[in-house]
């Protein structure tokens, strides 16, 4: 995802099912790059993302719409922990 012109930041969301519950697990600021590394992750699991942007308008946070889900799935190699993006 790029940066939006005119957003504030955004919030990343994460679930482990795509119709899922989704739990906001980090907020990027305007100043911070646009890109997060969630690094607890467990091995062979499934976990679907989406990202919000905002705007904030007098002390106020007006949001975007939704990203569509993204699906990341987790896998070990060589006693690593790697993941896949779909």
Same mark, same amino acid.
């Given at each position: ?8 930041g ?13 739990s ?10 646009? =890109?997060?590394?969630?690094? &607890? ?6 976990y ?14 007006i949001y &975007? =719409?939704?990203?569509?889900?993204s ?9 690593r ?6």
């Open positions: 995802m790029g940066k939006i012109s005119g957003a504030s955004y919030e990343v969301y994460r679930a482990t099912s795509k119709s899922g519950k989704y906001k697990i980090k907020t990027i600021t305007k100043n911070s790059t646009v =890109s997060y590394i969630n690094s &607890s992750l467990t091995k062979n699991k499934t679907y993302y989406k990202v919000i942007s905002y705007r904030t308008v007098s002390g106020k946070k &975007s =719409s939704y990203s569509a889900a699906k990341v799935i987790t896998y070990m190699v060589n006693n922990l790697r993941k896949y993006v779909l």
